[in-house]
């Protein structure tokens, strides 16, 4: 009979130093694996479900505490707070505020209800950031939460805020679709390798991009 393993994932104490320090090791193994973070200028920042998993490490869980609509004429702009609460008995061990607008994106259609998610998601990353930001760091994350650093109309790999030059990766996929023999696309494949700017994971994620190219190509 073949014995059915469970993994239980250990709850870490912040307060211990040697804890924290192996806490860290999980959550970067994690956070590789599930490709939550976004390289920006050579900078690696953790999507808030990055942060949620540090917190359910440390027994924590974000509570959005309010929500307010402050929009005005044409701009719907919503503000929220969120608490982050210790599991074990219920008080509140951080706090963070953020907000999202409209104008950010210089979209005026841009959905109200896709602005107040945004509000929500960017407030737990926040708290979440004032109270481990340190421990974030220590896994080798930047202690910005990737969703402050994104237009909240594009998807991660699309376009960012404090950004005025493509990332290289952007820049990769945009020479990518343009190519149109297979030797081209080998050449490609082998500038893909040695290029230094571009993450692990963005070297697969280009590599599968080729393989659907090549497909393409050979209708």
Request: aromatic share 8%; charged share 25%.
């Amino acid at each position: 009979m073949t014995e059915k393993k469970e993994v239980a994932l250990k709850q870490y104490d912040i307060a211990a130093p040697d804890q924290m320090a192996l806490m860290a090791n999980v959550l970067k193994s994690h956070v590789i694996k599930q490709e939550l973070f976004t390289n920006i200028q050579g900078k690696n920042y953790v999507h808030v479900e990055g942060w949620q998993f540090a917190g359910g490490l440390l027994g924590t869980y974000p509570r959005i505490s309010k929500v307010e609509n402050a929009s005005s004429g044409t701009e719907k702009k919503w503000i929220s707070e969120c608490e982050i609460v210790r599991i074990k008995d219920g008080a509140v061990i951080g706090f963070g505020t953020a907000l999202c607008s409209n104008i950010e994106s210089k979209k005026k259609s841009f959905d109200e209800y896709a602005v107040l998610s945004m509000a929500q998601t960017r407030a737990i990353g926040k708290a979440y950031r004032n109270s481990i930001g340190w421990v974030m760091k220590l896994a080798g994350y930047e202690s910005t939460p990737a969703e402050e650093m994104v237009k909240p109309h594009l998807t991660y790999s699309e376009g960012f805020v404090d950004q005025q030059q493509p990332t290289a990766y952007q820049s990769a996929v945009k020479v990518l679709n343009g190519i149109k023999t297979a030797t081209g696309l080998a050449t490609f494949r082998a500038r893909v390798k040695d290029h230094e700017e571009l993450t692990k994971q963005e070297q697969i994620k280009l590599y599968e991009l080729i393989e659907d190219r090549k497909k393409n190509l050979g209708k």
